[in-house]
């Protein structure tokens, strides 16, 4: 499986983007999806997961009611839109997806995640 993430960029605080995930090598739809991201010297965190049918969503606290994750199966992509945009969102983020899921239920542990992208970098200035 072959993920490019791409959507990345430099935004004022306030503001938005729209992350996109390609996926290939697979059919998409038996993939759960996820994304996460990582700050200069800070871990890697979850930011959403989405189930394979699209049905279940989970977010992290902190990008809740900000941020939404989608797909669309027969483009084989999971998108991230992340509105009101604030600078500690700043960090490299990553599309994961995950090939041995069940159908039901979104994940939100890295370790859950067998494909990973190869990240975009999105920078929110103040």
């Known amino acids: 499986v072959q993920l490019q993430a791409s959507g990345g960029g430099l935004v004022q605080a306030g503001g938005s983007l729209r992350l996109s995930c390609a996926a290939s090598g697979r059919t998409f739809s038996s993939i759960r999806m996820g994304w996460f991201r990582q700050a200069p010297g800070k871990e890697r965190e979850f930011v959403a997961g989405?189930?394979?049918?699209?049905?279940?969503?989970a977010y992290a606290d902190s990008v809740k009611g900000r941020f939404s994750i989608s797909r669309d199966n027969a483009k084989n992509t999971v998108y991230l839109q992340m509105n009101s945009l604030k600078p500690e969102d700043t960090a490299v983020y990553y599309c994961?997806?995950?090939?041995?899921?069940?159908?039901?239920?979104?994940?939100?542990?890295?370790?859950?995640?067998?494909?990973w992208g190869q990240g975009t970098q999105v920078t929110v200035s103040s």
């Open positions: 989405i189930s394979r049918s699209g049905v279940t969503t």
């Open positions: 994961a997806g995950d090939t041995t899921a069940p159908l039901l239920g979104a994940a939100t542990e890295a370790r859950r995640y067998d494909y």
